[in-house]
């Protein structure tokens, strides 16, 4: 019965659809598309109806065909990557017609923003721009186009990870650049609690990115605080300039000839973007990409020595206090002398509680002399000391006695303890998933109003102060904006959220405490090498080796289910809530935080009848830091940070020859003094499309965040970084 309803739901949607299309008289558009200066056919030109999705593409003749219900007039709209878009008005005759595409590619004449916040040709802007158009973009020999900035004039970058990267282009890079603007259609899209973006693992997605443009130089004067090293800003595509549906696969290897992998790793991502607009009014897209990798594994196992912050001879064979750079848990170093003493102290007051104050035994055994035999205490003990004490004095107390009595047996040296590889302890499963989208309205042909938002959320390794593996965390930006010719009204919010990240090195440390807590492994490591040492035979590194096996007896082994257990464990529990005496044991972080900006301009310069152009304009920002003390010291009080700034721009043409432009901006944040920097620039036009320009600006940026704030464990829990402010001075005394 089912059956039958299906088909005859079928016919007669068929029938119904026939019908209409009948109804609907069809009328077909044709014609060619070709180059304006070689008179060559275009493939793969874009040719739609203004405003709808119907529409073709051209073949490799340049030739297009298609059907439409559209009565003329209508507006055929034609475009092509690296080419100016075309539309003419069809209103009898659809057949036959002929296009011709101008370049829009012509070297130095393509129009920039950036410079000065007013469009102008590239070569007219006051200061050196670098640009990336759609055609660039598409021709990138690169996995993405954010990797192809790095294949732009002066610019460095640093890599992370597969997906992790950062980007300089003066001075010294890092790792996390806090010195080098990012903007996403405006937006500053930085971690709030870092301070600086996190690659492009949120942004604009690789079919959406409509243009790119570098400003190498110092921008603080109109971009803000950060600018020193330079300001990217990525613009996505108008929905209203490029519609309908498009997809992207792309596929590759990495981990070729890897000795870390049994076969050669698939890298894997799609891209989908659909856009769409009605009447000229009203317009809507949405992106999506998902990235799908093996990243790259750390596996430099080298030693290195954390005092004199550089790298050292030997391995974990040869040096006892060997800390392998991309082996974590053995940062946990203690010197062999200082626990020996710690542990000899520490027994010796446990024997006299025992005893009732009556047995003190470093006083017994100081009535040996200095150079006796280890076995003459042994007798001394089974002849003078109680019953009740003698196996714990000659087990648990003579070993550290005797080593701090004769200094020769134990080396003034720290030993530490046994770390594991990076590869077993972070997630190298590298996702990428990004969505982006946007409503816009077009009150007047000037005036728009739109609301945007990106997400993006992923799993990627950063190295910072630490090797961080981020683990599906997430950051947002949503933005309500309405802008006009003259001015635009900007509000956004970044929102954080650190997922299930955690700091690997803590991991690799805190299994071992799980194991075996570092109060009971270094004195039993110590313990067995002074026994072991009481034989001539046997060589210090065979000592050290009899130690570190003793030491390390029931270790948690990586893949067993005892270390896979207690990394969980840790993995799930966040840094705040570790209690070393109770056994809680945390490496995950907590973080929330949240960043809110808002910002307006006005360009009076048609007020002016462009006689001087003249804008101001105005920002405020707050940091909401929430990462419930796992990054900064937010454990039981809040932290939120409030920053303002100001700006304006002057410019004066002087006849058709020279420029002038004098800009100033002024930040203030409530940590710290308010900074004014100021840009002075002049382009000289010396012939057509020949310029000279000369200019003046400085850059600076406030500390960031973490460094007001911090108060981080690192180094496998060894080590605390804390916050540059006054309040944070005597926070440990």
């Known amino acids: 019965m089912n059956k039958i309803f299906t088909k005859v739901i079928l016919v007669l949607c068929v029938l119904l659809w026939t019908g209409f299309s009948a109804s609907a008289q069809s009328i077909v558009v044709s014609g060619t598309v070709m180059d304006k200066l070689t008179k060559e056919p275009i493939p793969g030109v874009s040719v739609t109806v203004k405003g709808k999705t119907v529409?073709?593409?051209?073949?490799?003749?340049?030739?297009?065909?298609?059907?439409?219900?559209?009565?003329?007039?209508?507006?055929?709209?034609?475009?092509?990557?690296?080419?100016?878009?075309?539309?003419?008005?069809?209103?009898?005759?659809?057949?036959?017609?002929?296009?011709?595409?101008?370049?829009?590619?012509?070297?130095?004449?393509?129009?920039?923003?950036?410079?000065?916040?007013?469009?102008e040709r590239i070569l007219e802007s006051p200061v050196t721009i670098e640009r990336m158009g759609q055609a660039q973009i598409k021709e990138a020999a690169a996995p993405s186009f954010y990797d192809a900035i790095q294949n732009i004039k002066g610019v460095e970058m640093s890599t992370q990870s597969l997906t992790f990267r950062s980007y300089n282009t003066r001075g010294f890079n890092a790792n996390g650049n806090t010195r080098f603007n990012q903007l996403i259609d405006g937006m500053d899209n930085q971690a709030p609690g870092l301070n600086f973006s996190v690659g492009n693992i949120v942004g604009i997605t690789e079919l959406d990115v409509d243009n790119v443009e570098l400003l190498p130089g110092a921008s603080s004067a109109l971009y803000g605080a950060g600018g020193i090293s330079g300001t990217l800003l990525m613009t996505s595509k108008d929905p209203f300039k490029y519609q309908g549906v498009s997809f992207q696969l792309k596929t590759g290897l990495n981990h070729v000839n890897d000795s870390n992998t049994d076969n050669p790793q698939e890298f894997r991502q799609f891209d989908m973007r659909m856009a769409k607009s009605w009447n000229n009014k009203f317009g809507a897209k949405f992106a999506f990409s998902f990235l799908q990798a093996t990243d790259w594994f750390g596996t430099n196992r080298s030693n290195f020595d954390r005092a004199s912050n550089m790298p050292?001879?030997?391995?974990?064979?040869?040096?006892?206090?060997?800390?392998?750079?991309?082996?974590?848990?053995?940062?946990?170093?203690?010197?062999?002398?200082?626990?020996?003493?710690?542990?000899?102290?520490?027994?010796?007051?446990?024997?006299?509680?025992?005893?009732?104050?009556l047995f003190n035994a470093q006083t017994a055994l100081n009535n040996l002399p200095a150079g006796t035999p280890y076995p003459n205490y042994i007798g001394f003990i089974n002849a003078n000391v109680p019953a009740a004490l003698r196996s714990t004095v000659i087990n648990q107390y003579l070993p550290f006695y005797y080593a701090q009595r004769n200094p020769s047996v134990l080396p003034n040296q720290n030993v530490s303890r046994t770390g594991y590889d990076e590869i077993n302890l972070v997630d190298y499963d590298t996702k990428s998933l990004k969505m982006s989208g946007g409503l816009y309205y077009n009150f007047t042909p000037t005036i728009q109003l739109m609301a945007q938002a990106n997400w993006g959320t992923g799993t990627s390794v950063y190295t910072g102060?630490?090797?961080?593996?981020?683990?599906?965390?997430?950051?947002?930006?949503?933005?309500?904006?309405?802008?006009?010719?003259?001015?635009?009204?900007?509000?956004?919010?970044?929102?954080?959220?650190?997922?299930?990240?955690?700091?690997?090195?803590?991991?690799?440390s805190y299994v071992n405490e799980k194991t075996k807590a570092s109060t009971a492994w270094f004195p039993q490591y110590i313990g067995t090498y002074v026994g072991a040492r009481l034989n001539p035979a046997i060589t210090d590194a065979q000592a050290h080796a009899a130690a570190r096996a003793a030491a390390d007896g029931n270790r948690a082994q990586p893949g067993s289910a005892q270390f896979e257990n207690y990394a969980n464990q840790i993995k799930n529990t966040y840094i705040s809530q570790t209690n070393m005496a109770n056994g809680v044991y945390g490496a995950k972080f907590d973080d929330k935080s949240n960043l809110y900006h808002y910002e307006g301009m006005y360009n009076f310069s048609r007020l002016f009848n462009n006689v001087v152009e003249f804008q101001v304009g105005a920002s405020a920002r707050k940091y909401d830091l929430n990462s419930g003390g796992t990054i900064f010291a937010d454990l039981t009080e809040e932290i939120d940070i409030d920053e303002y700034a100001a700006f304006g721009q002057l410019g004066k043409k002087f006849g058709e020859a020279f420029k002038l432009t004098v800009a100033g901006r002024f930040d203030k944040s409530?940590?710290?003094?308010?900074?004014?920097?100021p840009r002075v620039t002049g382009v000289w036009t010396v012939a057509k499309n020949s310029n000279i320009r000369a200019s003046f600006q400085t850059g600076f940026r406030n500390p960031t965040t973490q460094n007001q704030y911090i108060d981080l464990s690192v180094g496998g829990g060894s080590q605390r970084l804390i916050g540059g402010l006054p309040s944070f001075l005597n926070r440990y005394n």
Request: cysteine-free; charged content about 20%.
């Open 55 to 119: 529409g073709s593409s051209t073949d490799q003749s340049g030739k297009f065909s298609f059907t439409t219900t559209e009565k003329p007039p209508f507006t055929l709209a034609v475009s092509f990557v690296g080419f100016n878009t075309v539309e003419r008005e069809i209103t009898s005759t659809s057949t036959g017609l002929t296009f011709e595409l101008e370049s829009g590619a012509i070297l130095g004449q393509e129009v920039v923003v950036s410079a000065s916040r007013t469009p």
């Open 465 to 508: 102060s630490d090797r961080y593996s981020l683990r599906n965390f997430n950051i947002g930006l949503y933005k309500l904006e309405l802008k006009g010719e003259d001015f635009y009204l900007r509000g956004y919010t970044t929102q954080e959220r650190s997922g299930d990240s955690y700091i690997s090195s803590i991991l690799g």
């Open 312 to 357: 050292k001879s030997g391995d974990r064979v040869s040096d006892p206090n060997y800390d392998g750079v991309n082996v974590y848990g053995d940062e946990v170093s203690q010197n062999m002398r200082a626990v020996n003493g710690n542990v000899e102290a520490a027994t010796r007051q446990a024997l006299l509680t025992a005893s009732g104050g």
């Open 670 to 677: 409530q940590n710290f003094e308010g900074r004014f920097t």
